[in-house]
């Protein structure tokens, strides 16, 4: 197991009941302020795409927008963002997708992405998977092979993976739901 993942993890700070009682809070502001296992961490995550061809890498907003950008750069890959609705002026494709009570929406950019682009979806973290699915099937849907989804943290208890079908699915560290 490579070293720099304990650091990454023990820089990860748990708030108990947030937003609400019952939730444990996995709080990855205080990893961008360690900046030896922020580095890690996008130094994790380049060292395991930078060969793969990849030309888009997908942030989910907003936490995927922090971790997305420099690893597209390291890559030399573009960003694109996946954004909450009514944010992108331009053209969009929408997806909706299932919360713990009622749905939400993602939205990209139409003309963003090619058909045939390989792609890698960017989160901090998976919890049921319904984030990530969403952006899988919005890159789908135009065409695009997504070659895996990434995120800096897993609650495992949640059995999130399942919502990604056979998608490969990359994490550094776990988390307790
Ligand atoms: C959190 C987290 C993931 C998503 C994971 O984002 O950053 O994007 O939830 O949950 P899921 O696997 O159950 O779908 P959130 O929607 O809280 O908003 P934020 O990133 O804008 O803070
Ligand atoms: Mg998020």
Same mark, same amino acid.
């Given at each position: 197991k490579d070293p720099r993942l304990a650091r990454i #993890?023990?820089?990860?700070r748990v708030i108990p009941d947030f937003p609400k009682p %019952? =939730?444990?809070?996995?709080? /990855?502001?205080?990893?961008l302020l360690d900046t030896k296992a922020f580095k890690d961490t996008i130094d994790l995550f380049v !060292?395991? @795409?930078?060969?793969? !061809? =990849? #030309?888009?890498?997908?942030?989910? &907003?907003?936490?995927?927008?922090?971790? %997305?950008?420099? =690893?597209?750069?390291a890559i030399g890959a573009k960003f694109v963002p996946m954004r909450k609705p009514n944010k992108l002026p331009g053209k969009v494709i929408s997806e909706e @997708?299932?919360? &713990? @009570? %009622?749905?939400?929406i993602m939205e990209m950019h139409v003309g963003a992405v090619e058909a045939g682009e390989r792609a890698l979806? /960017?989160?901090d973290l998976i919890a049921t998977g319904g984030t990530l699915g969403a952006a899988l099937r919005l +890159? !789908?849907?135009v065409g695009v092979h997504v070659v895996e989804c990434a995120?800096?943290? &897993? +609650?495992? %208890?949640?059995k999130g993976r399942e919502r990604l079908g056979d998608k490969p699915l990359f994490v550094l560290v776990n988390g307790d739901a």
């Open positions: #993890s023990s820089a990860i %019952g =939730i444990l809070f996995q709080d /990855i502001t205080t990893l !060292e395991r @795409y930078k060969d793969k !061809e =990849i #030309s888009v890498v997908a942030g989910i &907003e907003a936490r995927g927008f922090i971790f %997305g950008p420099p =690893i597209a750069l @997708y299932s919360l &713990e @009570y %009622g749905t939400d979806i /960017i989160d +890159l !789908e849907r995120c800096v943290i &897993e +609650l495992p %208890g949640l």
